[in-house]
């Protein structure tokens, strides 16, 4: 039997929701790791054994760990035995193709280079972030052309100097700490000694078990977890706007249908948000456009929600002012409960309650309140927001818009006014009975 690699350093290439916890975790471990970041102020602050994010225990974790010198932020990477990258991958928009968003590898290339430079005989090499199916395989083909003394998987198989593979992050907002540690792992090497070199790697944190395979495959996983969980929404998102043709409570629908023993059907919201669900499915469309109809029809359902919950606060406004003639467009305040892609996180990536409240900003004519208890302050370039209290937007607003199912709604006290509800926090309520 092999002798398991011990890894003494670890550079993690990325500070952000991901790639900090998993140095601060394996720093935890008391291996020395290396974080590295291009953002000064996030290299600064966690070298203060501060966060600039939010996620439950993990400052502690990454206090501790710098104050017994296993984590230190840097701006470039530095040697090490094992390489993780965990850098964004956003989706773009290519000219003469507006219509199928494309996925933007620059940043993968651009850590894939920095680390060329301190890359020596024996380290591994893994990507986190996730990506296109075959991104792996590039990630060796840009080391391989920067760094030709050495050896490659592509080219010597088992036998190469340097050890690539993927390994998606699984993990949950929130819980991110917890579920680093006990969630299972889906390791693709480019070889099997690949695989079983990350799999030695994260034995050091992971209680849950490595499941080992190839690099697509790995890659191709966590695409498909998030189309499916994609999919599973735009059913639900869908089914909210038929009900409310057919005057039907959706909620209500809902929990009497999952009463059937093989069925589950999700939630409606006001749309998919975040990093990774409301991009990876473009990751598979995109390699294959003519052969993912049913993935496509769903990013569009999901895509259009926005626009439909706007119309859903215009209709409260009218409905508002053919109640209240004594006043106008401009006298009418509106709230909106939530900013953030899912709840209790300060996420605003890909958020669809983001996008809504900036369009309800640029298009209503009166006040826009901001309720969102994770944040302490808007963003600079959102304009003409208030951010609020609960209690201040429950006195003040005629208009309550729930985007975001917060635990600081989720109480018993339901604001008095016009509400329109996406989440279905104030399901029992509808949008006229509660008028001032």
């Not at 530095?78 to 928009?93: E, N, R, S």
């Not at 000694?193 to 495959?217: F, P, Q």
């Amino acid at each position: 039997m092999n002798k398991k690699k011990i890894f003494s350093k670890i550079c993690v290439l990325g500070l952000g929701y991901i790639g900090l916890p998993t140095a601060a975790m394996f720093a935890s471990r008391e291996r020395s790791v290396i974080g590295v970041d291009i953002n000064q102020s996030t290299v600064d602050t966690v070298n203060l054994g501060q966060i600039h994010i939010v996620e439950p225990g993990l400052e502690g974790v990454v206090h501790t760990a710098v104050n017994k010198g296993f984590l230190y932020a840097s701006n470039v990477p530095l040697a090490a035995d094992a390489f993780l990258i965990a850098v964004p991958t956003p989706i773009q928009f290519l000219d003469g193709d507006e219509m199928l968003p494309q996925p933007n590898l620059s940043y993968i290339k651009a850590a894939t280079q920095s680390i060329s430079l301190v890359l020596k005989k024996g380290d591994l090499v893994v990507l986190e972030s996730t990506s296109p199916v075959g991104t792996t395989e590039q990630v060796a083909e840009w080391l391989a052309a920067a760094r030709p003394d050495l050896t490659f998987p592509q080219s010597h198989g088992s036998a190469s100097d340097i050890r690539i593979a993927y390994c998606p992050e699984r993990v949950l907002p929130g819980q991110v700490i917890r579920e680093l540690i006990t969630n299972d792992r889906v390791i693709g090497g480019m070889t099997n000694a690949c695989s079983n070199l990350a799999a030695d790697l994260y034995s050091i944190l992971v209680e849950g078990k490595c499941h080992l395979t190839n690099a697509k495959t790995a890659e191709m996983a966590k695409l498909t977890e998030n189309s499916c969980r994609d999919v599973q929404i735009a059913f639900a998102n869908e089914l909210s706007i038929i009900c409310d043709e057919l005057d039907i409570n959706v909620w209500e629908l809902i929990s009497l249908s999952n009463r059937h023993p093989r069925v589950n059907i999700l939630n409606p919201g006001p749309g998919v948000g975040g990093h990774c669900i409301a991009v990876d499915p473009w990751f598979i469309i995109s390699k294959t456009p003519d052969k993912s109809p049913l993935i496509r029809a769903a990013r569009n359902v999901n895509d259009s929600k926005p626009k439909w919950v706007i119309n859903q606060i215009d209709k409260a406004l009218l409905e508002f002012l053919k109640e209240n003639p004594d006043k106008s467009m401009t006298d009418v305040i509106v709230a909106c409960y939530g900013l953030t892609f899912k709840a209790n996180i300060d996420d605003l990536r890909e958020s669809p309650a983001l996008q809504i409240t900036i369009d309800l900003s640029y298009g209503h004519q009166g006040r826009v309140l901001v309720v969102e208890p994770n944040i302490d302050s808007l963003p600079r370039e959102i304009p003409n927001l208030e951010l609020v209290s609960k209690e201040k937007a429950f006195e003040m607003a005629h208009i309550h818009v729930l985007l975001v199912d917060h635990v600081e709604f989720k109480k018993q006290d339901i604001p008095v006014g016009k509400i329109v509800d996406t989440r279905g926090v104030w399901r029992n309520v509808s949008v006229s009975n509660r008028t001032r």
